[in-house]
Protein backbone atom coordinates (compact mmCIF):
# COMPACT_ATOMS: atom_id res chain seq x y z
CA UNK A 1 0.00 0.00 0.00
CA UNK A 2 2.56 2.29 0.70
CA UNK A 3 3.91 2.30 -2.89
CA UNK A 4 0.88 3.01 -3.96
CA UNK A 5 0.69 5.91 -1.98
CA UNK A 6 4.22 7.09 -3.11
CA UNK A 7 2.92 6.91 -7.05
CA UNK A 8 -0.26 8.93 -5.71
CA UNK A 9 -2.28 5.71 -7.83
CA UNK A 10 -6.24 6.78 -7.70
CA UNK A 11 -7.89 3.73 -5.56
CA UNK A 12 -11.36 5.22 -4.94
CA UNK A 13 -13.56 5.83 -7.99
CA UNK A 14 -17.28 5.92 -5.79
CA UNK A 15 -17.27 9.65 -7.51
CA UNK A 16 -15.37 8.98 -10.80
CA UNK A 17 -14.93 6.69 -13.88
CA UNK A 18 -13.07 4.39 -13.56
CA UNK A 19 -11.49 2.19 -16.53
CA UNK A 20 -14.02 -0.40 -16.86
CA UNK A 21 -16.82 1.86 -16.53
CA UNK A 22 -15.09 4.12 -19.54
CA UNK A 23 -14.62 0.51 -21.51
CA UNK A 24 -18.52 -0.78 -20.45
CA UNK A 25 -16.69 -3.56 -19.57
CA UNK A 26 -19.79 -4.61 -17.70
CA UNK A 27 -21.60 -4.89 -21.10
CA UNK A 28 -18.42 -6.26 -23.30
CA UNK A 29 -17.82 -9.30 -20.76
CA UNK A 30 -21.45 -10.21 -20.16
CA UNK A 31 -21.73 -10.31 -23.92
CA UNK A 32 -21.01 -14.09 -24.32
CA UNK A 33 -23.82 -16.09 -24.35
CA UNK A 34 -22.81 -19.84 -25.17
CA UNK A 35 -25.88 -21.96 -26.31
CA UNK A 36 -23.73 -25.27 -26.51
CA UNK A 37 -22.55 -27.26 -23.88
CA UNK A 38 -18.98 -27.59 -25.90
CA UNK A 39 -16.14 -25.91 -23.71
CA UNK A 40 -15.23 -24.43 -27.03
CA UNK A 41 -18.22 -22.00 -27.63
CA UNK A 42 -16.14 -19.27 -25.45
CA UNK A 43 -13.30 -19.10 -28.17
CA UNK A 44 -15.88 -19.00 -31.22
CA UNK A 45 -17.69 -16.48 -29.89
CA UNK A 46 -15.33 -14.01 -28.46
CA UNK A 47 -12.79 -14.59 -31.52
CA UNK A 48 -15.89 -13.52 -33.76
CA UNK A 49 -16.87 -10.63 -31.20
CA UNK A 50 -13.48 -9.63 -31.39
CA UNK A 51 -13.27 -9.57 -35.00
CA UNK A 52 -16.47 -7.57 -35.29
CA UNK A 53 -14.58 -4.77 -32.79
CA UNK A 54 -11.69 -4.43 -35.19
CA UNK A 55 -14.28 -4.43 -37.88
CA UNK A 56 -16.14 -1.45 -36.38
CA UNK A 57 -12.99 0.17 -36.01
CA UNK A 58 -12.04 -0.30 -39.89
CA UNK A 59 -15.65 1.15 -40.93
CA UNK A 60 -14.55 4.34 -38.56
CA UNK A 61 -10.97 4.79 -40.33
CA UNK A 62 -12.31 4.36 -44.42
CA UNK A 63 -14.93 6.31 -44.09
CA UNK A 64 -12.47 8.89 -42.69
CA UNK A 65 -9.84 8.17 -45.40
CA UNK A 66 -12.08 8.09 -48.11
CA UNK A 67 -13.77 11.62 -46.66
CA UNK A 68 -10.16 12.72 -46.85
CA UNK A 69 -9.21 11.30 -50.36
CA UNK A 70 -12.37 13.10 -51.82
CA UNK A 71 -10.97 16.43 -50.20
CA UNK A 72 -7.02 15.72 -51.20
CA UNK A 73 -5.98 15.70 -47.84
CA UNK A 74 -3.84 12.19 -49.19
CA UNK A 75 -1.45 12.29 -45.73
CA UNK A 76 -4.28 11.70 -43.40
CA UNK A 77 -5.83 8.95 -46.26
CA UNK A 78 -2.56 7.64 -46.13
CA UNK A 79 -1.84 7.02 -42.22
CA UNK A 80 -5.84 5.78 -41.87
CA UNK A 81 -5.20 3.21 -44.39
CA UNK A 82 -2.07 2.23 -42.68
CA UNK A 83 -4.29 1.62 -39.76
CA UNK A 84 -6.33 -0.55 -41.39
CA UNK A 85 -3.60 -2.61 -43.56
CA UNK A 86 -2.63 -3.28 -39.31
CA UNK A 87 -6.26 -3.90 -38.32
CA UNK A 88 -6.38 -6.79 -41.53
CA UNK A 89 -3.09 -7.88 -40.03
CA UNK A 90 -4.71 -7.92 -36.49
CA UNK A 91 -7.89 -9.52 -38.33
CA UNK A 92 -6.09 -12.64 -40.55
CA UNK A 93 -3.87 -13.38 -37.20
CA UNK A 94 -6.66 -13.84 -34.76
CA UNK A 95 -7.42 -16.55 -36.69
CA UNK A 96 -4.82 -18.65 -35.48
CA UNK A 97 -6.26 -18.59 -32.19
CA UNK A 98 -9.64 -20.11 -34.13
CA UNK A 99 -7.49 -22.85 -35.84
CA UNK A 100 -6.59 -24.52 -31.75
CA UNK A 101 -10.56 -25.68 -32.33
CA UNK A 102 -10.70 -29.32 -34.16
CA UNK A 103 -13.24 -30.10 -36.68
CA UNK A 104 -15.16 -32.01 -33.83
CA UNK A 105 -14.95 -29.67 -31.64
CA UNK A 106 -16.83 -26.95 -34.00
CA UNK A 107 -18.90 -29.90 -35.06
CA UNK A 108 -19.92 -29.69 -31.74
CA UNK A 109 -21.48 -26.10 -31.54
CA UNK A 110 -22.40 -25.76 -35.45
CA UNK A 111 -26.19 -27.08 -34.60
CA UNK A 112 -26.29 -24.88 -31.87
CA UNK A 113 -25.63 -21.93 -34.07
CA UNK A 114 -28.55 -22.72 -36.85
CA UNK A 115 -28.22 -20.83 -39.75
CA UNK A 116 -26.16 -17.73 -38.50
CA UNK A 117 -22.82 -17.50 -39.96
CA UNK A 118 -19.79 -14.79 -40.07
CA UNK A 119 -21.29 -14.15 -43.92
CA UNK A 120 -24.20 -12.41 -42.47
CA UNK A 121 -21.67 -9.57 -40.78
CA UNK A 122 -22.98 -6.50 -41.63
CA UNK A 123 -19.83 -4.57 -41.04
CA UNK A 124 -17.98 -7.10 -43.03
CA UNK A 125 -20.25 -6.25 -45.90
CA UNK A 126 -19.87 -2.52 -45.64
CA UNK A 127 -16.19 -2.79 -45.55
CA UNK A 128 -16.39 -5.11 -48.91
CA UNK A 129 -18.56 -2.14 -50.34
CA UNK A 130 -16.21 0.81 -49.14
CA UNK A 131 -13.71 -1.03 -50.72
CA UNK A 132 -15.63 -1.23 -53.80
CA UNK A 133 -16.64 -4.51 -54.20
CA UNK A 134 -20.23 -3.93 -54.61
CA UNK A 135 -22.92 -6.35 -55.10
CA UNK A 136 -26.65 -5.38 -54.96
CA UNK A 137 -27.58 -9.07 -54.31
CA UNK A 138 -24.93 -8.96 -50.64
CA UNK A 139 -28.07 -6.54 -49.08
CA UNK A 140 -30.78 -9.32 -49.22
CA UNK A 141 -29.30 -11.05 -46.15
CA UNK A 142 -29.70 -7.77 -44.01
CA UNK A 143 -33.30 -7.49 -45.21
CA UNK A 144 -34.57 -8.86 -42.13
CA UNK A 145 -33.55 -5.57 -40.07
CA UNK A 146 -34.40 -3.13 -41.55
CA UNK A 147 -31.77 -0.75 -39.40
CA UNK A 148 -28.68 -2.79 -40.90
CA UNK A 149 -30.17 -3.16 -44.18
CA UNK A 150 -29.95 1.14 -44.02
CA UNK A 151 -26.50 0.58 -42.92
CA UNK A 152 -25.38 -1.23 -45.83
CA UNK A 153 -27.28 0.30 -48.06
CA UNK A 154 -25.23 3.44 -47.37
CA UNK A 155 -22.39 1.64 -48.20
CA UNK A 156 -23.20 0.42 -51.03
CA UNK A 157 -24.65 3.98 -52.38
CA UNK A 158 -21.84 5.73 -51.13
CA UNK A 159 -18.64 6.48 -53.18
CA UNK A 160 -16.02 3.67 -52.52
CA UNK A 161 -12.34 3.80 -51.60
CA UNK A 162 -11.97 2.80 -55.21
CA UNK A 163 -13.94 5.56 -56.73
CA UNK A 164 -12.33 8.16 -54.49
CA UNK A 165 -9.08 7.03 -55.81
CA UNK A 166 -9.90 7.61 -59.59
CA UNK A 167 -11.34 10.95 -58.73
CA UNK A 168 -8.32 11.58 -57.37
CA UNK A 169 -6.39 10.73 -60.02
CA UNK A 170 -8.67 12.03 -62.75
CA UNK A 171 -8.31 15.60 -60.70
CA UNK A 172 -4.40 14.89 -60.83
CA UNK A 173 -4.40 14.39 -64.37
Known sequence: MSDLKHHDAKLDFSQDMSYGDYLQLDAILNAQQPRSPAHDEMLFIVQHQTSELWMKLMLHELEAAIANIANDRLGSAFKMLARVSRIMEQLVHAWD???????PEYSAIRPFLANSSGFQSWQYRCIEFMLGNKNAAMLKPHAHRPDLLA???AAWHTPSL?????RLLARRG
Not at 97 to 103: C, E, H, K, N
Not at 162 to 166: A, N, P, V
Open 97 to 103: VLATMTP
Open 151 to 153: KVE
Open 162 to 166: YDESL
